[in-house]
């Protein structure tokens, strides 16, 4: 019986001082497959998320692109607009709408100014902090 007693308060005694260390270190090494970190950075970069543009136009002739660009600017000093080349027409597209009832609202205020005005979903940029 004394041996199972001194037995016991040997091994409790060495458990309690092993779980007493203490360690000075306050920071965590996390071992995980590269390519989490590779995706972790990744998308730290991003700074894009899924919306809505409004195309204003369409048009072979850079100028009257840029017109309507003048045009949009003047109505909405803030937004931004984005203008791609896709051969053989330069393609107006304005605005980072994060929902389609904001891009509809805006849609809604330049009826009758252009001669097209569609909704595109794709990548936009963060909204601006102003």
Do not use: W
Request: net charge negative; aromatic share 12%; with cysteine.
């Amino acid at each position: 019986m004394l041996k199972n007693f001194i037995l016991t308060y040997y091994l409790f005694s060495c458990c309690v001082s092993f779980a007493q260390q203490n360690y000075s270190s306050n920071d965590v090494n996390i071992h995980c497959d590269e390519r989490i970190n590779q995706l972790v950075e990744l998308e730290k970069r991003i700074d894009q998320i899924q919306g809505y543009r409004i195309q204003i136009c369409f048009d072979s002739d850079k100028n009257e692109a840029d017109r309507a660009r003048g045009k949009f600017l003047k109505l909405f000093p803030l937004t931004d607009t984005y203008m791609a080349f896709e051969n053989p027409h330069f393609n107006l597209k304005v605005g980072d709408y994060r929902s389609k009832m904001e891009a509809e609202k805006i849609k809604r205020q330049i009826f009758g100014e252009f001669v097209i005005s569609i909704i595109h979903e794709e990548l936009v940029n963060l909204p601006r902090i102003d």
